[in-house]
Structure formats: structure tokens, C-alpha cells
């Protein structure tokens, strides 16, 4: 992550909002002429389009605010046990998410208009392999506001971020709660516009926060990566369901015999397995970490120094339980990724059902190799099965990376099984095999807790080693009542290393959000 470039350069920084600005109407252009004529493809219909998940889990690229429902709803990701997605990890099934568009309610746009508070505090407080610490205790979060859809086709959204001291050594920095130095910052993250174009697809232009395995809000400290970027985004269905059929009865099931006499008919049973394929394209021109108070171009902050943006695309099949799917990430001269997931579930028994995943990740330095200097390339492959049981969820899980490079991340959490709390287990030669259960307490509202072991092999580079993580989790979030909104959880992991002469490393986190939505 590059350094705060500080404050005193607002000549530099309005060249680079023009600049962005110009990215976005070419790019604009671009895909617009690319719609021409989808209008008479796709029909009207009420569903909310949420591309690229936009603001806080994969393939997407964003036109309405999604993983929250509104860009002002970026809450914190669920806390639950019985999800084996680690916080700040975003898999491919996860990208593409959609709201039902309720058209009768957004032509008043001001009245729909809504606001979200999150207050959040976090402490952190790492020991490093050498012995170093790095402590911080911070208070901030973020308010945001979205319109409503003017002419049922135009939204706008912003949030704005904050994140301040309250316990801040200056000799234990890098805690990435706070800016370097330890130092507070508070930043219009988000300012965007949405277009819902026609049913089931739209465009986002503007900073925002998406969600996709390489570019996503990574939002594990105290607030989120956000980009400046131009998304569409959209969902075709590959048939209809029975609430799409026009002829199907929905009186309460009475239909016509061959005589035209009314008979009871049996209410059908809607489809759920109908397929559909997600789909997304966009240009990503720039990017504020999620502990700075500006915004840096993509191949700056993957650590070449360029001005060059990512374009990215990928589509999702789904049908039923089964999904497959892949997305691209091109940055010219740094870096091209390529991410590839399916999975699908096996019934075994009632309450039994075996849910299995496999995802590919291919990397290479493109153009004049300016990322490292050199060319390189990285491979990684993984495999996943989850088996839950009433309230508790088992887990087990693959990883295998070869190349001759440690596999890249610049601009998000990654999305391997086996990344887990601290490590990524995603050195070239390494393999990592995942053990985990959780569980969700049914006596007490919200509260739950899982337990975690990565066991890794020796990766091949000299002077790295093998290395285990042991993570383990306690998290409350109720569901109902006055403390709905609330969110507390503790996090503890210990990493060992077989050589180097070193010490455990040890990482604690203690996190509160709270969460107002009017």
C-alpha cells in the first residue's frame, strides 16, 4: 500500500480529479455505445440491480449499491460462525447480488432517500515474528446518504469515512486502523451516480466501494477501500419461473376445465433453479486504501509508478445450488489476474447436505513488467467442502501455489480458502490444509464462535518457512430488539514459524459497530 502522500499538493490533486473525470467519460462512451439496442432484449421488471457489489463477498463490477442495500448501507460483514469466508475475503458466487426494484416507491426520490451511521471502534494490537508491536485503539466510521431513483432511472449516493486516535503510540504504527504516523483522517470515500438503464441492467459512475476477489472493500480495519471507477453491471435469465408465467393461476388456484367450467387447481410450486447468468465490465481508475485520505491510481497503489487504471469483466452462471464463473483483471504494464470458482451442494440426508467449492487463480506481469521489474508469474489452486449441521458448520479446505512469485493482492483481501486472519498461505510452493467449525448459539440471540488451523507446507523461496495459524472467534450481533444494529467481536490468532529463529506471531482484535439506518 503506497504512503500517505499528506496534504499541500491541491494543485496535483485537482489535475487528478480531471483526469479521473476524463477516464470516465471515455469509458462512459464506451460502454454506452455497447448498449445500443439491448433495450428491446431485456422488458421492464421490478428488481433492484446491485452491480458489482458496490460498497462492503465477488465477480462484480457495480450500478446500485449492493452489499449494503443502499450505498449508505455498508454495514459490517455478518458475523457468523457458520459462514467459512474469512472477513475481508470475497468469493466468486458472491458478486453479483440484486434488490427487487420497487418501481412504485422510487418515484418519490426524496422520500426515499436514506441515511446510514456507523459507529465503529476498533482496537488492534500485533506481535510480530521479530518481537515488534504494533497497538492502536481508534474510533470513527462513516455516515452516508442515498437518493432514491429520480425518474425511476437516476440515483445518487456519497459516504463520507473517518477514523481518529484514542490510544495511539507513535513508536507501535502500522496498524493500518490510522493513517502513517498514527495519525486521524476523515474522507468523502463515496460520491456516485447510478443509471438504471432498462430491466436488470445499470451503470455506476463515481467512487464507490465494490466487491469482486481482487478489487473489493477489504473492510477489516476501521473503513473500507473504496474506487473511483465506471461499472455496469447486469442479470439475464436462461427461463422463466412459474411467477413469470402469465397464464398461471393466482387466484388461490382456480382454473378453467376442457368445459370452461372453474375447478380447483393446485397452486404451483414457484421454480427456484431457474438459471441466470451475472455479468459485469468496468474500468477502475483509482482507489483510497482503506487507512488514507486520498485517492491514488490503481498501478500506483499495486507499487508501480504509473498512472494506469484496471479494467476488469466476468460473468457468473448460477442454476439452483450450482454456480460457475471467472473474471479478469487487466492493469497494462503491471499486472493481468484471472479467477475462476464453481461450486455446488450434495444432498446426503435431510439435514445433511455436503457443499463443495474449487476455484483457480492465474497471475502475470504484462507490458514493460513495471510491478517488479522483472516478468513473473503465480498460479494457485484451491478446493473447499462444508458440511453443516443444524447449528454448527465444518469445513475443510486445499490450497496449492506454485510460480515463481508469492501471489498478488494489491487491492483487496485474497480470496483463497486458506486465507485466513493474519497469513495467506500463498507463497510459490506452498500448500495449506484448513480445518474449521462454528457454530451459532441458540440460547443467545446473535451470539456465535468458530475455531480455525491452517497447517502449511515450506514454501519454495530460501530463507521462508513452513508456517500454522490458529484462529479463534467470539461474535454477538443481535437480531431483534433495542440492540439490533449492534455488533461486538473478539479475534485472536497465533501464527507459528518452523525456522527463522523467531517468535510467534500474535494478533488481537477487538471490534464494535453500530449501525442507524433513517
Known amino acids: 500500500m503506497p504512503a500517505n502522500s499528506g496534504e499541500g499538493q491541491p494543485q496535483q490533486t485537482i489535475m487528478s480529479i480531471r483526469t479521473s473525470l476524463r477516464e470516465y467519460a471515455c469509458t462512459a462512451v464506451a460502454l454506452l455505445a ?4 439491448a433495450g428491446t432484449v431485456l422488458a421492464q421488471q421490478e428488481s433492484d440491480i446491485d452491480l458489482w457489489k458496490a460498497a462492503p463477498s465477488d465477480l462484480s463490477l457495480a450500478v446500485t449499491q449492493v452489499t449494503p442495500a443502499l450505498a449508505v448501507e455498508q454495514v459490517a460483514p455478518t458475523d457468523s460462525a457458520l459462514t467459512s469466508t474469512e472477513q475481508g475475503a470475497t468469493t466468486l458466487d ?80 502500522g496498524t493500518l486502523l490510522l493513517a502513517p504516523g498514527q495519525n486521524g483522517y476523515t474522507i468523502l470515500g463515496e460520491f456516485y451516480a447510478e443509471l438504471r438503464i432498462i430491466k436488470d441492467l445499470g451503470i455506476t459512475v463515481g467512487a464507490k466501494g465494490y466487491d469482486t476477489p481482487f478489487i473489493n472493500r477489504n473492510d477489516v480495519r476501521m473503513t473500507p477501500n473504496t474506487f473511483e471507477a465506471i461499472v455496469l453491471q ?19 388456484g382456480i382454473g378453467l376445465s376442457k368445459d370452461g367450467k372453474e375447478v380447483a387447481v393446485p397452486t404451483p410450486t414457484p421454480a ?52 460457475i464463473g471467472a473474471i479478469e483483471y487487466y492493469c497494462a504494464d503491471v499486472i ?123 514454501p519454495d523461496q530460501a530463507g521462508q518457512f513452513r508456517q500454522n495459524e490458529f484462529d479463534f472467534n467470539l461474535q454477538w450481533g443481535p437480531k431483534k430488539g433495542v440492540l439490533e444494529g449492534l455488533s461486538l467481536r473478539l479475534r485472536y490468532a497465533v501464527v507459528q514459524q518452523f525456522g527463522g529463529d523467531v517468535n510467534n506471531l500474535t494478533d488481537f482484535r477487538a471490534i464494535c459497530n453500530y449501525v442507524i439506518k433513517f
Not at 144 to 157: E, M, N, R, S
Not at 280 to 306: H, P, T, W
Request: aromatic residues 16%.
Open 34 to 37: 455497447l448498449l445500443c439496442g
Open 94 to 173: 458472491e458478486a453479483f447480488e440484486f434488490r427487487q426494484w420497487r418501481l412504485e416507491k422510487r418515484r418519490q426520490a426524496l422520500k426515499d432517500t436514506k441515511f446510514e451511521f456507523n459507529l465503529r471502534t476498533f482496537y488492534f494490537d500485533r506481535s510480530d515474528f521479530s518481537g515488534a508491536e504494533k497497538q492502536a485503539w481508534a474510533i470513527g466510521g462513516w455516515l452516508g446518504v442515498k437518493t432514491g431513483y429520480f425518474l425511476d432511472h437516476i440515483a445518487f449516493g456519497a459516504t463520507v469515512y473517518t477514523s481518529n486516535p484514542i490510544y495511539a503510540p507513535d513508536d507501535r504504527d
Open 234 to 252: 447486469g442479470r439475464t435469465k436462461l427461463g422463466t419461473s412459474s411467477s413469470d408465467d402469465a397464464s398461471t393461476p393466482t387466484d388461490g
Open 272 to 323: 427456484q433453479d431457474v438459471a441466470s447468468i451475472k455479468y459485469g465490465l468496468g474500468y477502475f481508475y483509482a482507489i483510497k486504501e482503506r487507512n488514507d485520505s486520498e485517492f491514488v491510481s490503481m498501478a500506483q497503489d499495486a507499487g508501480a509508478d504509473i498512472q494506469h487504471g484496471v479494467w476488469s469483466a466476468g460473468a457468473l452462471y448460477e442454476k439452483g445450488k450450482f454456480n
Open 336 to 458: 493481468n489476474i484471472a479467477y475462476a470458482q464453481t461450486g455446488f451442494e450434495l444432498p446426503l440426508a435431510t439435514d445433511w447436505k455436503l457443499k463443495f467449492a474449487g476455484q483457480y487463480v492465474d497471475q502475470g506481469s504484462v507490458g514493460e513488467n513495471l510491478l517488479q521489474g522483472h516478468s513473473f508469474s503465480g498460479h494457485q489452486f484451491g478446493a473447499k467442502v462444508e458440511l453443516p449441521i443444524r447449528n454448527a458448520l465444518f469445513t475443510a479446505a486445499f490450497t496449492h501455489a506454485w510460480g515463481n512469485t508469492t501471489m498478488q493482492n494489491p487491492w483487496s483481501g485474497y480470496p483463497g480458502y486458506t486465507s485466513v486472519q493474519v497469513q495467506d498461505f500463498d507463497r510459490a510452493g506452498e500448500s495449506a490444509f484448513l480445518l474449521r467449525a462454528g457454530y451459532d448459539f441458540p440460547w443467545v440471540d446473535g451470539l456465535s464462535a468458530y475455531a480455525l488451523a491452517v497447517f502449511g507446507t515450506d
